[in-house]
C-alpha cells in the first residue's frame, strides 16, 4: 500500500488525519496496575462495600420536582460509559432541560477522550436539579465520596447503569442505597436491575438522536482503506472484556466469508489496547498471515470515530452480551449496514427489517477477567456460519445493503429519540422550562419481562 500523509500510524502534528492520543495517554498508573493484580469480583466487591459505608446518602424521599438535570460521569473518558453521559448531556440541552456536566467517578490515567471538554470536579451548582450519574453500580460509592458531601442533599440521585448479564453479581448491591432510583439503557439491564431496586428501575434508552453522530470529513484514505474494497468494521474497545466482545468469532466468520480477497477488507478498530497485551496476542495470533485483516489501534476523537464508521460498508458485531449495544446503534444511525448477535440489548432495537441478526445459542458466561460473571449466567454463542452467510449476501447484494442502511437509520432515528427521555423526565417532577416536542406522558416504573432468543 502507498504511502500516504494520512495512512495509519503516520499521522503526524501537522497532518490532516485522524486525531489520536499520543504514547502518554496510553499507560496505566502504577498503583492501578498493582490494583488490578487482585481478583476482579473480590476488589469490586470490598471497594463497593467500604464507599457505601462511608459514601454520602441521598435523601430518604426525593424531592417531588426538579428544574433541571445534572449529568455526572466520567465526561471526560474514552469509554462507554462517557460517551453515554455526554450524549445524555447534550440531549437534555437540545430538548431544553436546563443541565450541567459534573466530573464524577474514578478516572483512569490514560483514557482521556480525544478533544473532550473538562468538566468541574466539584462546581457550583444550582439547587433542585436532579443528580444523573453514569457511574455504574461497584464504584458509584467511591465516586461519592470523591464530591462534596452535600451535593446529594435536597436532590433526587439517579443511577445510570447498564449491564450485561441476566442476573447481577454481589459488587452492585451496595450503591442500591446510595440512588433513588436507577435508568437503564434497555430492556435487558433494567431486568437484571430490578432484584437490586424492585420498583426503581425505568428505561430509558441512551438518546443518540438528540445527538447523533457528526462524522469528521475524512474518507478512506485517512484510515488507509481502499475505495474500491468492501470494508467490514468490527469496533469494541478491549477494556470492555475481550471475550464479551468476541471479536475472534468475527475473524471466523469473515475467514469464512471471503477468505483471503483482497477486494474484502475487515478492519478491527480495538481502543485501550496496550493495557492488554495478552489480549491483543490472541487477536493478532488469529489474523496471522490474513492480508485483508487489519486493526486499527488508535485513540480517535469521536467525529473521527464517526468517520471511520461511516467509511464502512458493514458493521459486524458478534457479541456475547451487551447492556445497550452503542457502536451497533450509532452505527445504524450512520446509515450502515449492521450485523449483530440476536441476543440481549441489540436484539430489541435490530431485526430482520433494519439489520441482521445472527442466530446464537446461549452458553455458560465465563469472563477470563472474571469481571462479567454472576451466578447462573449465561450469554451467547453466535452461529459464524450464519453470519458468513449474512456477510456474503450483503457484499453481493449492494442495493438492499443500501436499503437496509437507510432502513436502519430511520430505525434508530425513532428507537433512540427523545420520547424515553422525555417520559423519564415527567415521572420524576420535571418542572422546569417547557420542553421542545410533544407533551409529557406519565411512564410507570418496572416491572417488565424481557425475553430472548433459546439456547438451541
Given at each position: 500500500?502507498?504511502?500516504?500523509?494520512?495512512?495509519?500510524?503516520?499521522?503526524?502534528?501537522?497532518?490532516?488525519?485522524?486525531?489520536?492520543?499520543?504514547?502518554?495517554?496510553?499507560?496505566?498508573?502504577?498503583?492501578?496496575?498493582?490494583?488490578?493484580?487482585?481478583?476482579?469480583?473480590?476488589?469490586?466487591?470490598?471497594?463497593?462495600?467500604?464507599?457505601?459505608?462511608?459514601?454520602?446518602?441521598?435523601?430518604?424521599?426525593?424531592?417531588?420536582?426538579?428544574?433541571?438535570?445534572?449529568?455526572?460521569?466520567?465526561?471526560?473518558?474514552?469509554?462507554?460509559?462517557?460517551?453515554?453521559?455526554?450524549?445524555?448531556?447534550?440531549?437534555?440541552?437540545?430538548?431544553?432541560?436546563?443541565?450541567?456536566?459534573?466530573?464524577?467517578?474514578?478516572?483512569?490515567?490514560?483514557?482521556?477522550?480525544?478533544?473532550?471538554?473538562?468538566?468541574?470536579?466539584?462546581?457550583?451548582?444550582?439547587?433542585?436539579?436532579?443528580?444523573?450519574?453514569?457511574?455504574?453500580?461497584?464504584?458509584?460509592?467511591?465516586?461519592?465520596?470523591?464530591l462534596p458531601r452535600g451535593l446529594v442533599r435536597g436532590r433526587r440521585v439517579i443511577g445510570y447503569w447498564a449491564?450485561?448479564?441476566?442476573?447481577?453479581?454481589?459488587?452492585?448491591?451496595?450503591?442500591?442505597?446510595?440512588?433513588?432510583?436507577?435508568?437503564?439503557?434497555?430492556?435487558?439491564?433494567?431486568?437484571?436491575?430490578?432484584?437490586?431496586?424492585?420498583?426503581?428501575?425505568?428505561?430509558?434508552?441512551?438518546?443518540?438522536?438528540?445527538?447523533?453522530?457528526?462524522?469528521?470529513?475524512?474518507?478512506?484514505?485517512?484510515?488507509?482503506?481502499?475505495?474500491?474494497?468492501?470494508?467490514?468494521?468490527?469496533?469494541?474497545?478491549?477494556?470492555?472484556?475481550?471475550?464479551?466482545?468476541?471479536?475472534?468469532?468475527?475473524?471466523?466468520?469473515?475467514?469464512?466469508?471471503?477468505?483471503?480477497?483482497?477486494?474484502?477488507?475487515?478492519?478491527?478498530?480495538?481502543?485501550?489496547?496496550?493495557?492488554?497485551?495478552?489480549?491483543?496476542?490472541?487477536?493478532?495470533?488469529?489474523?496471522?498471515?490474513?492480508?485483508?485483516?487489519?486493526?486499527?489501534?488508535?485513540?480517535?476523537?469521536?467525529?473521527?470515530?464517526?468517520?471511520?464508521?461511516?467509511?464502512?460498508?458493514?458493521?459486524?458485531?458478534?457479541?456475547?452480551?451487551?447492556?445497550?449495544?452503542?457502536?451497533?446503534?450509532?452505527?445504524?444511525?450512520?446509515?450502515?449496514?449492521?450485523?449483530?448477535?440476536?441476543?440481549?440489548?441489540?436484539?430489541?432495537?435490530?431485526?430482520?427489517?433494519?439489520?441482521?441478526?445472527?442466530?446464537?445459542?446461549?452458553?455458560?458466561?465465563?469472563?477470563?477477567?472474571?469481571?462479567?460473571?454472576?451466578?447462573?449466567?449465561?450469554?451467547?454463542?453466535?452461529?459464524?456460519?450464519?453470519?458468513?452467510?449474512?456477510?456474503?449476501?450483503?457484499?453481493?447484494?449492494?442495493?438492499?445493503?443500501?436499503?437496509?442502511?437507510?432502513?436502519?437509520?430511520?430505525?434508530?432515528?425513532?428507537?433512540?429519540?427523545?420520547?424515553?427521555?422525555?417520559?423519564?423526565?415527567?415521572?420524576?417532577?420535571?418542572a422546569g422550562p417547557q420542553l421542545s416536542g410533544p407533551q409529557l406522558s406519565e411512564p410507570q416504573l418496572s416491572?417488565?419481562?424481557?425475553?430472548?432468543?433459546?439456547?438451541?
Open positions: 500500500m502507498p504511502a500516504s500523509p494520512n495512512a495509519p500510524h503516520q499521522t503526524g502534528p501537522h497532518q490532516t488525519g485522524p486525531h489520536q492520543t499520543g504514547p502518554n495517554q496510553t499507560g496505566l498508573h502504577p498503583l492501578h496496575r498493582l490494583w488490578r493484580r487482585f481478583p476482579p469480583e473480590g476488589r469490586r466487591l470490598l471497594l463497593a462495600r467500604l464507599g457505601a459505608r462511608l459514601a454520602p446518602k441521598p435523601d430518604r424521599r426525593p424531592p417531588e420536582h426538579c428544574r433541571g438535570v445534572i449529568v455526572g460521569g466520567e465526561v471526560g473518558r474514552a469509554s462507554g460509559l462517557g460517551e453515554a453521559a455526554r450524549i445524555m448531556h447534550r440531549a437534555l440541552d437540545r430538548i431544553g432541560v436546563p443541565t450541567a456536566a459534573l466530573q464524577a467517578g474514578l478516572d483512569v490515567p490514560g483514557e482521556k477522550a480525544p478533544g473532550s471538554a473538562s468538566a468541574p470536579v466539584a462546581p457550583d451548582l444550582p439547587d433542585g436539579l436532579a443528580l444523573l450519574l453514569h457511574v455504574n453500580a461497584p464504584v458509584l460509592p467511591a465516586a461519592l465520596l470523591r449491564w450485561e448479564l441476566q442476573s447481577v453479581p454481589p459488587s452492585w448491591r451496595p450503591a442500591a442505597s446510595c440512588v433513588h432510583e436507577v435508568w437503564a439503557p434497555s430492556a435487558f439491564t433494567a431486568a437484571a436491575l430490578e432484584t437490586l431496586l424492585p420498583g426503581r428501575v425505568r428505561v430509558v434508552p441512551i438518546p443518540l438522536a438528540l445527538s447523533p453522530p457528526a462524522p469528521a470529513p475524512l474518507g478512506r484514505a485517512a484510515f488507509g482503506l481502499p475505495e474500491a474494497a468492501l470494508v467490514v468494521l468490527v469496533s469494541f474497545s478491549v477494556a470492555s472484556a475481550f471475550e464479551r466482545k468476541n471479536p475472534l468469532a468475527a475473524i471466523v466468520a469473515f475467514r469464512k466469508a471471503f477468505g483471503d480477497r483482497p477486494d474484502r477488507i475487515l478492519l478491527i478498530k480495538a481502543g485501550h489496547a496496550g493495557h492488554y497485551p495478552g489480549d491483543m496476542d490472541r487477536l493478532r495470533e488469529a489474523i496471522d498471515g490474513c492480508d485483508n485483516i487489519r486493526i486499527e489501534t488508535r485513540m480517535l476523537a469521536e467525529a473521527d470515530m464517526h468517520a471511520l464508521t461511516r467509511s464502512a460498508d458493514i458493521v459486524l458485531s458478534l457479541h456475547r452480551s451487551e447492556g445497550f449495544g452503542l457502536v451497533p446503534a450509532q452505527a445504524m444511525l450512520l446509515g450502515r449496514a449492521v450485523v449483530a448477535t440476536d441476543w440481549s440489548a441489540t436484539a430489541e432495537f435490530l431485526d430482520e427489517s433494519c439489520g441482521v441478526p445472527v442466530a446464537c445459542r446461549l452458553v455458560e458466561a465465563r469472563d477470563p477477567r472474571g469481571v462479567f460473571q454472576a451466578p447462573g449466567a449465561v450469554w451467547a454463542d453466535a452461529d459464524t456460519d450464519a453470519a458468513a452467510q449474512a456477510l456474503r449476501r450483503l457484499a453481493d447484494a449492494p442495493e438492499w445493503r443500501k436499503a437496509l442502511g437507510e432502513r436502519a437509520r430511520l430505525v434508530a432515528g425513532e428507537r433512540f429519540g427523545a420520547e424515553g427521555l422525555r417520559r423519564a423526565l415527567a415521572a420524576i417532577g420535571y416491572g417488565y419481562q424481557h425475553s430472548g432468543p433459546g439456547s438451541d
